[in-house]
């Protein structure tokens, strides 16, 4: 799960020079909004789960669910904090930026351990 993590964190960061390349500061900043967004409750989310996994007579499925709910909150309340804190958003690069990251983390099933 931590794979996926890396590979976001990777694809957050070529997307941030590219956006800084064509866009400057604010698509830099943008995307890395964004990223923030993705990645911190993906990891929280991980390190929940791994932390549970261990313990016994826990439902994992009711944890996974209950653990992606919060990570899809905090992935919004994120976002909107990171819109309202920060005007000058390019949008066209947070939406990109957020695209990427989210998508990278698939690539992490198609790797083989």
Same mark, same amino acid.
């Given at each position: 799960?931590?794979?996926?993590?890396?590979?976001?964190? +990777?694809?957050?960061?070529?997307?941030?020079?590219?956006?800084?390349a064509?866009?400057?500061t604010?698509?830099?900043?943008?995307?890395?909004?964004?990223?923030?967004?993705?990645?911190l409750?993906?990891?929280?989310?991980?390190?929940?789960?791994?932390?549970?996994?261990?313990?016994? +007579?826990?439902?994992?499925?009711a944890?996974?669910?209950? +653990?992606?709910?919060?990570?899809? #909150?905090?992935?919004?309340?994120?976002?909107?904090?990171?819109?309202?804190?920060?005007?000058?958003?390019? =949008?066209?690069?947070?939406?990109?930026?957020?695209?990427?990251?989210?998508?990278?983390?698939?690539? #992490?099933? =198609?790797?083989?351990?």
């Amino acid at each position: 799960m931590f794979k996926a993590i890396y590979l976001q964190l +990777g694809a957050a960061v070529i997307t941030a020079i590219g956006a800084a390349a064509i866009t400057g500061t604010r698509g830099l900043i943008s995307v890395g909004f964004a990223a923030l967004a993705a990645i911190l409750p993906n990891l929280f989310f991980a390190v929940r789960l791994t932390m549970l996994s261990n313990r016994p +007579g826990n439902s994992y499925a009711a944890n996974f669910f209950i +653990g992606e709910f919060l990570k899809i #909150a905090a992935t919004i309340g994120i976002l909107a904090i990171a819109i309202k804190g920060y005007p000058e958003m390019h =949008w066209p690069s947070l939406l990109i930026g957020l695209a990427v990251v989210l998508h990278a983390g698939f690539i #992490a099933f =198609w790797k083989k351990p």
